[in-house]
């Protein structure tokens, strides 16, 4: 899987968007791009992924440039609840024994009043 | 979506002492797996348990340490062996389901001291 670099603490005032920031420049063809939050105390949760085009859902939209070597996830309205890590992973579709995730270190999120 | 139940959600135990974590889904599962976060730190993976085979061990991890079991398509248990101070983590449980598996679901932990 391809190593990816994120920062390592981000803030956002509430209510405003948090845009968290994703390289992966050593990223293959058919690897996707996945993102996970890990609120304190709890199991990761999915959010999103993507392989070429921008996506977006009920919680969040990925961006990811042309030449896939970075991507942005975009909470539109952070809130207090979207305090947590965010972990960027890029990885092959999930098949069999090319199942596990490799977790990086993440961006702490911290949104505030 | 599948919902996942780690048992026990803590535990403070003595050195040289044995734990065993469960993890039970509440539907049929294609892969299940182990993972270990240590304070502070991000989420390593232990292994994968295989339903009715032995699991397969990353680097860094051994079966005599973490012994796993995966008797069905539901249940899997860690044990944690031998136990000292460094094991002291979190241990997290994760599945998924294939061939749809689009996104891994993953138990609320097991918070284990080691005193």
């Known amino acids: 899987d391809a190593k990816t670099t994120q920062p390592p603490s981000m803030d956002c005032a509430e209510g405003r968007a948090a845009n968290l920031p994703c390289n992966h420049s050593?990223?293959?063809?058919?690897?996707?791009v996945y993102w996970y939050r890990q609120i304190h105390s709890q199991g990761p949760q999915y959010i999103i992924h993507?392989?070429?085009n921008n996506e977006t859902n009920e919680m969040a939209s990925l961006i990811i440039t042309e030449d896939r070597k970075s991507s942005t996830l975009i909470l539109p309205h952070a809130t207090l609840r979207d305090t947590a890590v965010y972990y960027c992973i890029v990885r092959v579709p999930i098949t069999g024994t090319a199942s596990k995730l490799t977790f990086g270190t993440g961006t702490r999120l911290q949104v505030t009043l | 979506s599948a919902v996942i139940s780690q048992k026990p959600s803590r535990d403070i135990c003595q050195r040289g002492t044995s734990l065993t974590i469960q993890c039970q889904v509440d539907s049929q599962v294609t892969m299940m797996f182990w993972y270990r976060q240590q304070p502070g730190q991000s989420l390593t993976l232990i292994a994968t348990?295989?339903?009715?085979?032995?699991?397969?061990?990353e680097s860094g991890f051994v079966i005599d340490k973490f012994p796993i079991s995966r008797p069905n398509l539901t249940f899997s248990t860690l044990t944690v062996s031998n136990m000292s101070p460094e094991d002291s983590s979190i241990y997290l449980c994760?599945?998924?389901?294939?061939?749809?598996?689009?996104?891994?679901?993953f138990g609320q932990g097991t918070r284990l001291t080691v005193v």
């Open positions: 993507g392989l070429k």
């Open positions: 348990a295989n339903q009715g085979s032995e699991a397969t061990y």
């Open positions: 994760s599945v998924l389901i294939l061939p749809r598996g689009t996104e891994a679901f």
């Open positions: 050593t990223i293959s063809g058919n690897e996707y």
